[in-house]
C-alpha cells in the first residue's frame, strides 16, 4: 500500500481519507480538534511532516503493525478504485510488466 499526499497518483490525500475510514464519526472530529495545537504550528513553520506526524500519533499511536497493514489492505481494496487517477493505475502496472 502507498498513501499519496500530493494528489500525484490519486484524485485527493488518501492519507487522510484512511484516517477517517478507520476512525469514523466522532472519533475523527475529536482527533482534528486534538489537532488544532499542530495545525496552528503548521502556520508558522509550514512543514508538512510536521502535521502529519502529529497525525499519525493522534490516530495511529499503538496501532501494531500488523494490524495496520491489514486495515490498509482493506482499505485499499474497498476505496482503491475511485480514489486512483486512471493514468497512475496504468503507470503502476506498467512499472509491475517491467519488474519494479
Request: glycine share 8%.
Amino acid at each position: 500500500m502507498a498513501f499519496d499526499f500530493d494528489g500525484t497518483l490519486t484524485v485527493r490525500d488518501s492519507f487522510t481519507t484512511f484516517l477517517q475510514w478507520r476512525a469514523p464519526g466522532a472519533r475523527y472530529a475529536v482527533g482534528h480538534l486534538r489537532l488544532i495545537p499542530a495545525a496552528l504550528a503548521y502556520l508558522f513553520h509550514g512543514d508538512r511532516g510536521r502535521i502529519k506526524a502529529a497525525a499519525v500519533r493522534e490516530f495511529l499511536r499503538g496501532v501494531p503493525r500488523e494490524v495496520l497493514e491489514a486495515e490498509a489492505r482493506a482499505f485499499a481494496e474497498e476505496h482503491g478504485r475511485r480514489l486512483l487517477r486512471p493514468p497512475a493505475v496504468a503507470a503502476w502496472r506498467r512499472w509491475r510488466a517491467d519488474g519494479a
